[in-house]
């Protein structure tokens, strides 16, 4: 998996020009990243900021995913039940929407 930031570094941030008709999303350095006007706008803004975030935990949920199959599977290919295909698709799909690798 690459390691290459393709977007805005964050941490980003739900920033002072926010009321509960627009949200502005800023960078860390300060930078203004979007305007957010859909209702509701305060969630919508929060998930947008917490985006950086996410994909890193995500990608730290895949690494961990990767060293428990080749722990957990046996010789025979057997995938132990701590492995679970659906989790890790869903992580990898997410990680490809939010990099456009895949």
């Not at 739900?14 to 300060?30: F, K, M, R, Y």
């Amino acid at each position: 998996m690459k390691t290459e930031t393709k977007h805005t570094p964050g941490p980003w941030a739900i920033g002072a020009e926010t009321n509960l008709e627009q949200a502005q999303i800023i960078s860390g350095e300060g930078w203004h990243l979007a305007l957010v006007q859909l209702s509701p706008v305060i969630a919508n803004a929060r998930l947008i900021a917490a985006a950086p975030d996410l994909l890193a935990a995500c990608k730290g949920l895949m690494a961990a995913c990767v060293g428990l199959q080749a722990a957990y599977v046996g010789s025979n290919g057997y995938k132990y039940p701590y492995h679970s295909d659906t989790a890790e698709d869903a992580a990898r799909a997410a990680i490809a929407a939010a990099t456009g690798e895949g």
